[in-house]
Every structure is written in structure tokens, then in C-alpha cells.
């Protein structure tokens, strides 16, 4: 059996995680305490699941990992997307589908 | 360079399923804090550390080596550390703890052991039946495993007619009262953390504090349980003055100690943010998580700050310890 795309889990995702309702605003890049260079920040990593860029995110696995879960994000987004529910979902998909720690 | 994801996350999913934590703790370092205290085995409502202050220091000697992994070469070598510690149990031989950290940790949880005392609650300890609650593995996505876990978890506290559980760290109560419903099945254990039972009771101060303090929201609590009330409530009831942050309460801002394990560097820039904020606050600093104490104690070093868990104020108000 050939790994799901990226497509495929996308709609997983938005049933799954509220992600549709994002407005690509930038407020949660805006808040996000990690520091700003070198580290791919919220709003790009939700742009590139809504795309269903699977091997963009794939190539990006530190960023997903560098997440503090820390909810700021998702306090301040206007369209109350669950943020870090989206980066436990992008973690639980590389930990399957890159890592192969969890069966697929 | 950052430390491999994949070997990391995989010894701490490892541990947890063939050792049922993710750094497995002897009897003695999980139970020996409540030596001496005569807490009842088991009951109705019982007393649920979930391991995270027994891990700490573990966990302090574990990072500390891999901050030092980060950047050589010995890092390519976590592939191989994966597939020895199957068989042996590496995390225990990764760091030698330090036993002063252990001391601090332990008396910790016996400060919030009298608390609840001091709540007036009747409550007992499971001791060597307790479970760590998984939330590591949730965070980093490790669903399955951590499913597999909670379900255990689950049937403890089943088996021991256990109807409330008592929590000390956000972590654990977050895991608990807000994940564990959604994937255990009938799981209606009812989970308050220490600061909401002690806040709800009538208990006095017997010794006021005479102190300017700066509360670090951990952002579990504030934003994910709502918790930001009760531990202004409590230190202003013994007679603290509340000294603000800028960054506070729903909008606390984050430690960096949850990315510390695997991106140290990284934690280590965003801890030293935090301390900028809390030091512009007020000289006393008080979390209540015990990974923000271990990142914001470690990145305080050589500043004039006081870093301390919210308990050991609150004993010596309450319980006059």
C-alpha cells in the first residue's frame, strides 16, 4: 500500500481540525515566540496543508517538530483555527509516513 | 544542527511502551517523595502526580547531554541509540542525575501533598500503581502510543474506584481532564489540579507573605484549562502583591521548555525573552509547571531573579512549612 498524499490527508485534516477557516492573516506568524529567522512560522505551514504541499512540509519536519504547543496562536487567530491541533496532526503524519514510528 | 526527530521521539515511544514511561523511574525515585507522609493507599479521591516533577530531574540530566549533542558528531549516532535501548534501557545511563535537583523536585510535591491538607481534603496516593499520563507522547503527535497508554492509564484509576484525581502540573491535568474523555471510553474521572482545590477552600494563611511577585502563566493552564485565577487568587489571599508581566494570564508567553529536549538552542532564545519580561516585573518569580521551573531556573542563572514553584510560597503561607 503506497503512502497517502498529502491531498488525500488534507481532507482528513479539515475534518479532523478546523484549518479550513483559515484566513492566511499572518496574525499567529505574528505572536509565535519562536524566533523569526530560520524557522518556518505558522501561517506558511497552514498556507502549505491547505495547498496539500505534501514534500514542502515533509522537507520542513524541524519546523513542525520546533512547534512549543504553546496556543498563542491559536488565542489570538480571528478565525479560531486550532493551530497547534493542526501541528500535532502534521507531527502524527510524519511520525507515521517519514519516521514509520506508528503504523500507517 | 538540530538534534534527529525521528531516533529521539522513537526511545521516548520505545520507553513508553516496553517500560511504561517515556525515562522509566525506579519505585523509589517515582514513590519516594511521599515517605513519611502516612498518605492512605488508593480512595475515592486520590493525589495524581502523573511522574512529571519524579521525571525532571531525569529529564535535566538527559538535556543537558543532548545540548552537547546538538552540534557533533555523535549525533548521527541517536539512530543506533534507538536500537540499543530496546534492549537496554540508555536513558538511564544517558546523564547522571543530580541529586540536589531530585531533593528539590521531591520536597516540591510534598509541599503540594500538604496544600491539599491544607484544603481540607481526604485523599490517598495510588504510589507504585500510578502512571505517567502519556502527555509527552501526545504532544509530539505519537497517537497511537499514546492511546495504547491512556487506556492503561484509565484502567488504574478503574480498578482502584477512584472517582477524582488530584493533579500538580498542567500537563498532566491538561492530559486528563481534556484529552483522555476523547479517546478512553467512558472515562468520567473527574480531575482537579491542587490550585483550583485549594483556591475553592476556605483555608487561611497561617504566615503572610511579605513579597512582590511575578506569576509565569504556564500556557497549558492559562490557555488550554482556563487556570489563570487561582494562583493570583491564592498568592494575593497569604498576602503577595501581584506584580504583571507584560505577556500574562490567556496571553502568557511561552518558556521554551517544551522544544528544550530537541531544540536547545532554540529554547534557550526563547526562555531569555521570557526572563527579560518576568525580570522587568518584579525581583520573585513564581511558575507552576515543572518544566518552565527547570528552563526558567536553568536560563536565571546569573541574574538577580528568584525563580520558584508556586507551591513553595504557598506552603510557607498555608502550611506554615
New interface residues.
Partial sequence: MTAPTMIEQRDELLAFTNNGGCINCGTCTAVCPLPKENVMLPRHILRLMHLGQREELIARADAIFSCLLCRLCEETCPAGVSIPECVRYLRGFMNRHLHHLEKE | M?LP??PV??IL?DNLRLRGSVMPLSRKKATGWADGLDLPRGGKTVLYTGHLYQLMPSIAALTSKLERFEDSLLNRAMGIGRAVNRKINLSSLMGREDRKVREVCEERLRNIARLVKAAGVNYGYLYEEELYSGALV????????FAEHAAKVAEVFRRNGVETAITVDPHTTHVLRSIFPGIVSDFTLKVRSYLEVLADSPAVPVRPLDLDVAIHDS?VYA??ENLVREPRALLERAGARIREPESHG?????C?G??ES??PA?AK??CA??LDELAAAAHHVVAMCPICLMNLEHGAEGRDLTVRDICEPLAESFCGE
Avoid at chain 2, 490567556?250 to 511561552?254: A, D, Q
Wanted: net charge positive; proline share 6%; aromatic share 6%.
Fill in positions: 538540530p526527530t525521528a521521539l522513537g515511544a501526545y504532544d509530539q503527535g505519537l497517537d497511537s502510543t500556557c490557555r488550554g490567556r496571553k502568557t508567553l511561552c521554551g517544551p522544544i530537541l531544540f532554540r532564545a526563547i525573552r521570557r
